[in-house]
């Protein structure tokens, strides 16, 4: 064979060959490890798969947080002002975790529709909201008064 | 009045670049040379400008000058004066008129450094890096003006600076980072410049890729400082999490692994070269978009200062322009500057288009992992996120395959070689590394662990490569001695770049499956082993800092029955923001970290505790020191300045073959 025409037949098989690798490993990759986003108001609706990890965002409830005084088990409120979920985490939450602020949760749902969250993401600094909890928010606004504590 | 003069210096910085980006490529076109002339000169005045316009607003940040509005949302009269200097790139308006400056003083370093080449060349390489200036000059002027003013509203102290960035990482991170983001603009200036002119030879490569291997060498230093930082402020201890904002420094790195390597091929042997330049129009449009998906407050992180969808548009659009532009002018010219030089599949060539081709695919799939989650999200197909298992599950196993090809990248001969030979080198190396891999794997103290097997078995067999090829230099001398002229910068950058690689995956694979984590509750006198080490909270106690007030717990750290360091990690409340941080205390050491981070209080007298001990961590941040010093020192090699010497190659040889 012509060495150029060698030459680039190595070229295509190898990046035929590395491609289709790189794909599959996309793909079952990918299978996986995505989380889908909800807000309350759509855990509630029975949206949320109970089988997989989710991810639940909204602000935390004022007065709900419960601290154990033994352990770090932590159970909260998070709610979009239309329904409001019970999220337990066992961990050091965030710095900037507190009542009345945004946070994503990530974690799977129990049989009583409480989310065991493995991780719990706070905003960064205090004028940011995470994109989807704001999103989630939007034009939904807390109602004076009233407490989101079902 | 200060900031007045800034934005008034910004603006003939714009101006400046207009011209820049304008008069010189007119003048390559119509043959000019005095118009061409103008470009070092254009360059150096946008340094100068942009350079008093940076310098302004830092005068307004050490002045505590709040009525400017970056200075009263990110500073506070309270701060250290070396936190109000960081602060200035601690904000979106600072940071972007810290990538202009960056990106101008690479202009200048390029108009200076490039006497010896063509005049078109320069010309037009300067050219489009003032395109590149007008466009970020404008997204400065129009939508983040630095200098804006809170008038007549003046408040009367300022917001603070976000604890998180008030640190001494932070005050070098994002200026080693930005150079090497923006310096990927040089080596794409020289790949437009060559497409343009049809002129694309080993000279060419040669001019380029100094600039390409320093460029690189800062983004692998910035990318490593903010790892290291990631560490020791955020508290959890975790040193790499793919984050979107992570993987918009990396995309540039990985690309940039390739074009680095891709460039070596073109200059020593005149091949790649269509491929060559489109790794570095990609490599760039990668920093571009990595500026996009930051500043443009699409993510969520520490790094979105501020959400704003007209800069997010502004930025999209220039993206779109400059991917769009170098494409379309790739499909034109491309084909004229294809390569006629063969080679065989047993090569030193097919070697690097290994790394080429892995690196690629790692890019892609990186990105991929990255956009997911945006473009689901922009078609409202839901909001899904992407996380660490995904990547770890794509990325490692590439970054297994392109290790074995490295120890004999450099050991191969150019155009031909057999793999007789190969084996012939490598057989001792090889069966070296497998017994000391297997020995390794057994010592740990939960018996054989097979991740670190392979990676000590790979780390192994890059080092001994390295190891073998520096040997095979020294010696081979008839007279015996070692000749150590043939150790050159550009093989001892390689060297120390590839036993960085090698550190890194040592340190990444022990750390990953060593690592041990306890988060508890602990009251005065309480005592909890991790690690093999004793861990006792002696005190707790509270200490004012300069603009914060820190809750502080004592531990101190044993290790059979020795008492060795005394830590004591903080919780800061800072007055101005009445923000809450961590501050976590480390007693580093080559072989093990030990880190100790505050939660929340937990009733009277006791804290909620997390500990880690964190074996071979700082390997990860070693290595990538050597990957990044590596690749600066193969700029010092003589080649590419007596090239500069010797007044470059006459123009006859443009599309010709070289080598």
Known sequence: ?150 | MIPELGHVALIIAFVLSIGLAALPMWGSVRSSTSLMNLAPTLAVGVTTFVAVAFALLTVSFLQDDFSVAVVAANSNSLLPPIFKFSAVWGNHEGSLLLWVLILSGWMSAVAMFSRGLPLVMVARVLSVMGMVAVGFLAFSLLTSNPFERLLPNVPADGNDLNPLLQDPGLIIHPPLLYMGYVGLSVPFAFAIAALLGGRLDASWARWSRPWTNVAWGFLSLGIMLGSWWAYYELGWGGWWFWDPVENASFMPWLMGTALVHSLAVTEKRGVFRSWTVLLAIFAFSLSLLGTFLVRSGVLTSVHAFAADPERGLFILIFLALVVGGSLLLYALRAPAVASRVSYTAVSRESLLMVNNLVFTVATVIVLLGTLFPLVMDAFSLGKYSVGPPYFNAVFVPLMALVMPFMTIGPLSRWREDSTARWLHELMVPCLGVLVVALVLAFLGKDGFNLWIALAVLLAGWVLLGVVKDLWRRLSGAPDGRLRWRTLNPSFLGMTLAHTGFAAVVVGAVVVTQLNEERDLRMAVGDVEELGGYRFELLSLGQQPGPNYLADQATFEVSHEGQVFAILVPEKRRYFASGQIMTEAAIDASLWRDLYIALGEPIGENAWAVRLQYKPMVRWLWLGALMIGFGALITALDRRYRSQVARHAVPDTGALGVAG
């Open chain 1, 1 to 150: 064979m012509h060495p150029l025409r060698k030459q680039r037949l190595i070229m295509v098989s190898l990046v035929v060959v590395l491609s289709s690798a790189a794909i599959g490993l996309v793909a079952f990759a990918l299978r996986d490890n995505i989380n889908l986003f909800y807000p309350p108001a759509d855990v509630i609706a029975g949206k949320a798969p109970t089988d997989r990890s989710i991810r639940l965002g909204g602000m935390v409830v004022e007065n709900s947080i419960v601290r154990s005084d033994t352990d770090l088990n932590t159970i909260f409120w998070v709610t979009d002002y239309e329904a409001s979920v019970a999220v337990q985490y066992s961990g050091i939450l965030p710095d900037l975790f507190a009542e009345g602020e945004g946070v994503v949760a990530e974690g799977t749902l129990d049989e009583s529709g409480m989310l065991i969250a493995t991780q719990v993401l706070a905003k960064h600094d205090e004028n940011y909201m995470p994109p989807e909890v704001a999103a989630a928010l939007e034009g939904k606004t807390a109602p004076a008064g009233a407490s989101m504590l079902p």
